[in-house]
């Protein structure tokens, strides 16, 4: 039977007891890092199964090694009854795995058609020519079974607005699954609906109730209400381990908040009794603050020695401000002041001489210099400042040995390539930059991201030295323990706005399960 024509099934009618995937006993593990620890699951077809955690829980993890994105560390895949290791992406799509990702697959400067079927395109070839017509004639009939006929299959992808690529996003994988004859395809859902309107929601919700006969379908998403009416089962991750799974009728948002969290702040691990009361002093004062997309109308201030937490989903705008308020990404309404002095134009150059430092949440991509040593990884933001063109070798050596000393950065050499240190090393070495530049605003967006415990001990007393010495700190985080041991006062962001604001004072910590309940 062709997938696209309407199964007539509704929720709960799963077709089969035999499961189309399973997961057994999946770990994998990222140096000290595990992601995902013995992760167990199983998706029947006719069923949608929702997975819910906090971020960084493994949820994205798992999705990736089933689609092909990564690899386990131990553990088993079982499609269709065999063990399978897909190398990549194009091989699971050939074998019936299709995902839908958080950030868009689509190619922009290519059509709709094309979009559709790509990588697939020997599908409409003859003698090494594309048969064009056949594949827009193919697009348009699934734009029309699917009620988006309105959608031209010959403009260019770039010309739609985010929620009409969202949806082409989504009607791809069936697209394909039709293609290659996958008649029992596996849908990998994650955060479909984040940029989604209301009507667009609607129809993603009914197109899946109308397909998921013939599919086995999961479904990973923040928003507690969706996943309840949605999916047929509820797997709950915690820590990259699998702690709750239950039927969608038993449970309720109450049941998942308290089931997604469950845990015991260690006080002594965050440094709480180091927690200092901030001068009157305003260093970063936003107003209005918004760059019309990911986030707006953000009014926030952080005083000298404090610490102010932002919480917030994937996607809830939380990364995009520190990086707006550092410059590098574009705001375009409302004021940033810095020690009272409104800024009109200002670019990560500008804002590290002003002694605005900054650590992105991507260390490797976007905070390290990996073909540099140690040390000019630690002088990096100091020579960026300075006005002479010319490199003090000396000193800069003699910074990164006081910094490696002071901040117990395990290397061979401050001349070592920057690679060859520990995730929790090179975080340090990053932090270590704005030190020898020396800031008095930090902007931190998950400072302790994949680094082991004992590396988040020396970052969390690091931050307090930082606090004690007057540095304002702006702390974004996924890691909501972190944030409430951590921070002086929160606020939680969801859908690019500040909806929650909470004073975080040692005697009168917020409870996790207080914020999540803001967050989704």
Same mark, same amino acid.
């Given at each position: 039977?062709?997938?696209?024509?309407?199964?007539?099934?509704?929720?709960?009618?799963?077709?089969?007891?035999?499961?189309?995937?399973?997961?057994?006993?999946?770990?994998?593990?990222?140096?000290?890092?595990?992601?995902?620890?013995?992760?167990?699951?199983?998706?029947?077809?006719?069923?949608?199964?929702?997975?819910?955690?906090?971020?960084?829980?493994?949820?994205?993890?798992?999705?990736?090694?089933?689609?092909?994105?990564?690899?386990?560390?131990?553990?088993?895949?079982?499609?269709?009854?065999?063990?399978?290791?897909?190398?990549?992406?194009?091989?699971?799509?050939?074998?019936?795995?299709?995902?839908?990702?958080?950030?868009?697959?689509?190619?922009?400067?290519?059509?709709?058609?094309?979009?559709?079927?790509?990588?697939?395109?020997?599908?409409?070839?003859?003698? !090494?020519?594309?048969?064009?017509?056949?594949?827009?004639? &193919?697009?348009? +009939? %699934? *734009? =029309?079974?699917? #009620?988006?006929?309105? /959608?031209?299959?010959?403009?260019?992808?770039?010309?739609?607005?985010?929620?009409?690529?969202?949806?082409?996003?989504?009607?791809?994988?069936?697209?394909?699954?039709?293609?290659?004859?996958?008649?029992?395809?596996?849908?990998?859902?994650?955060?479909?609906?984040?940029?989604?309107?209301?009507?667009?929601?609607?129809?993603?919700?009914?197109?899946?109730?109308?397909?998921? !006969?013939?599919?086995?379908?999961?479904?990973?998403?923040? &928003?507690?209400? +969706? %996943? *309840? =009416?949605?999916? #047929?089962?509820?797997? /709950?991750?915690?820590?990259?381990?699998?702690?709750?799974?239950?039927?969608?009728?038993?449970?309720?948002?109450?049941?998942?908040?308290?089931?997604?969290?469950?845990?015991?702040?260690?006080?002594?691990?965050?440094?709480?009794?180091?927690?200092?009361?901030?001068?009157?002093?305003?260093?970063?004062?936003?107003?209005?603050?918004?760059?019309?997309?990911?986030?707006?109308?953000?009014?926030?201030?952080?005083?000298?020695?404090?610490?102010?937490?932002?919480?917030?989903?994937?996607?809830?705008?939380?990364?995009?401000?520190?990086?707006?308020?550092?410059?590098?990404?574009?705001?375009?309404?409302?004021?940033?002041?810095?020690?009272?002095?409104?800024?009109?134009?200002?670019?990560?150059?500008?804002?590290?001489?002003?002694?605005?430092?900054?650590?992105?949440?991507?260390?490797?991509?976007?905070?390290?210099?990996?073909?540099?040593?140690?040390?000019?990884?630690?002088?990096?933001?100091?020579?960026?400042?300075?006005?002479?063109?010319?490199?003090?070798?000396?000193?800069?050596?003699?910074?990164?040995?006081?910094?490696?000393?002071?901040?117990?950065?395990?290397?061979?050499?401050?001349?070592?390539?920057?690679?060859?240190?520990?995730?929790?090393?090179?975080?340090?070495?990053?932090?270590?930059?704005?030190?020898?530049?020396?800031?008095?605003?930090?902007?931190?967006?998950?400072?302790?991201?994949?680094?082991?415990?004992?590396?988040?001990?020396?970052?969390?007393?690091?931050?307090?030295?930082?606090?004690?010495?007057?540095?304002?700190?702006?702390?974004?985080?996924?890691?909501?323990?972190?944030?409430?041991?951590?921070?002086?006062?929160?606020?939680?962001?969801?859908?690019?706005?500040?909806?929650?604001?909470?004073?975080?004072?040692?005697?009168?910590?917020?409870?996790?399960?207080?914020?999540?309940?803001?967050?989704?």
């Amino acid at each position: 039977m062709n997938i696209l024509q309407d199964s007539g099934l509704g929720p709960g009618k799963a077709e089969s007891t035999q499961p189309v995937l399973e997961v057994r006993d999946i770990t994998r593990v990222f140096g000290p890092v595990h992601a995902l620890r013995g992760v167990s699951l199983r998706v029947r077809k006719g069923e949608i199964v929702g997975l819910i955690g906090e971020n960084g829980a493994g949820k994205s993890t798992l999705l990736n090694i089933i689609s092909g994105t990564d690899k386990q560390t131990s553990g088993t895949v079982i499609l269709k009854g065999a063990e399978v290791s897909f190398g990549n992406y194009h091989e699971a799509t050939r074998n019936g795995v299709f995902r839908i990702f958080q950030e868009l697959a689509l190619v922009q400067n290519m059509t709709v058609w094309e979009n559709l079927f790509l990588s697939h395109e020997q599908k409409f070839t003859t003698v !090494g020519f594309i048969r064009r017509k056949d594949g827009i004639r &193919r697009a348009k +009939e %699934l *734009l =029309e079974r699917f #009620d988006h006929g309105w /959608i031209d299959p010959e403009r260019r992808v770039q010309d739609y607005p985010f929620a009409v690529r969202q949806v082409l996003e989504v009607l791809k994988a069936f697209a394909l699954a039709d293609l290659l004859g996958q008649t029992e395809p596996v849908i990998l859902l994650d955060e479909p609906t984040a940029a989604l309107a209301a009507d667009e929601i609607d129809f993603l919700r009914d197109l899946l109730i109308k397909l998921k !006969g013939h599919c086995a379908i999961i479904l990973v998403s923040h &928003r507690l209400s +969706e %996943l *309840l =009416e949605w999916s #047929d089962r509820i797997v /709950i991750f915690k820590d990259g381990e699998v702690v709750a799974e239950a039927g969608s009728r038993e449970l309720t948002e109450e049941k998942l908040h308290y089931l997604m969290v469950g845990r015991e702040r260690d006080k002594e691990f965050y440094r709480e009794d180091r927690q200092r009361e901030p001068e009157a002093e305003p260093v970063l004062q936003l107003e209005g603050f918004g760059d019309h997309t990911t986030f707006r109308d953000v009014n926030l201030s952080v005083l000298k020695g404090e610490i102010v937490g932002v919480a917030g989903v994937l996607g809830s705008g939380k990364t995009e401000l520190g990086q707006a308020v550092f410059g590098d990404r574009r705001a375009h309404n409302g004021t940033l002041e810095h020690h009272g002095k409104r800024l009109h134009r200002w670019s990560a150059q500008s804002m590290s001489r002003a002694k605005v430092g900054y650590v992105p949440s991507e260390r490797k991509e976007d905070g390290l210099l990996d073909t540099f040593s140690v040390a000019q990884n630690i002088s990096f933001a100091r020579i960026v400042s300075q006005k002479s063109p010319l490199l003090d070798l000396r000193r800069e050596m003699r910074e990164a040995e006081h910094y490696i000393a002071e901040l117990g950065i395990k290397t061979s050499s401050p001349r070592a390539n920057i690679e060859s240190l520990s995730g929790g090393n090179q975080q340090k070495a990053v932090l270590a930059r704005w030190l020898a530049r020396g800031v008095d605003l930090l902007i931190l967006d998950n400072p302790t991201r994949g680094v082991d415990a004992g590396a988040k001990e020396g970052i969390y007393d690091l931050i307090r030295d930082l606090a004690d010495a007057g540095v304002a700190i702006l702390l974004i985080s996924d890691d909501l323990l972190e944030v409430i041991g951590l921070s002086n006062r929160i606020v939680v962001m969801k859908d690019g706005a500040i909806t929650y604001r909470v004073d975080a004072p040692v005697a009168a910590k917020p409870k996790e399960t207080d914020l999540v309940a803001t967050m989704v």
